[in-house]
């Protein structure tokens, strides 16, 4: 990483969506989906350093690697996160969705971010999940607010207007 | 997620590292994560 020049000074910004596990007391976010594919600790992005991608079909370096589906994802907005049909409170169990930040190798697609290391910058979680506002901003030091994931309208659109 | 159609990758290398920490005092006093069992959260 250090013997590589960087082509920008600064991190690309991305959102993202998690599920909660642990506790209260210790309370943790883990990837959507990637359980399956890195394993339950690898998926669950770390309190005191950067989550580094894995990748699950072998490669060790040079992550994201073209043209593999390996990396760390993220949309590039908070509409463009719920136009994905995150947080349908129905059908995925969406805990939190939040700001991360990205550095090392990152690819930027017309619609998202693939990336080497992240970071999460601020979460958001629903009003239901309170009780992890405070255990999760000392966890991560991040500014953690309470809200709704996604308007209503927004829940009508990923819930295809049920 | 599908990012759409991908750029050349590019190096980024923030301005300031948050993580950065000066070295530990003792070796082997580094900060570790705390395991957490999964699926304890209901949907």
């Known amino acids: 990483m250090s013997e590589r020049v960087p082509d920008v000074i600064g991190e690309m910004i991305g959102w993202r969506a998690w599920q909660l596990v642990g506790s209260v007391r210790v309370p943790r976010l883990m990837s959507i989906n990637a359980a399956g594919r890195v394993g339950h600790d690898d998926a669950i992005w770390p309190t005191k350093r950067w989550y580094t991608a894995k990748c699950p079909n072998g490669h060790i370096e040079n992550i994201p690697v073209e043209g593999c589906s390996c990396g760390l994802y993220a949309a590039k907005t908070r509409e463009h996160l719920v136009s994905l049909r995150y947080g349908a409170y129905g059908d995925q169990a969406i805990h939190a969705i939040g700001e991360v930040a990205f550095k090392g190798k990152v690819i930027e697609g017309s619609q998202g971010w693939k990336a080497e290391y992240g970071r999460i910058k601020r979460l958001i979680v629903p009003y239901e999940f309170w009780k992890y506002v405070d255990p999760l901003a000392d966890a991560y030091n991040v500014p953690v607010e309470v809200g709704f994931l996604f308007s209503e309208a927004e829940r009508r659109q990923v819930l295809g207007g049920r | ?43």
Do not use: L, S
């Open chain 2, 1 to 43: 997620m599908d990012i759409g159609e991908p750029k050349p990758a590019i190096i980024v290398e923030p301005i300031e590292d948050p993580f950065e920490q000066p070295a530990p005092a003792e070796p082997g006093r580094e900060p570790v994560e705390v395991p957490v069992e999964p699926e304890k959260v209901p949907a």
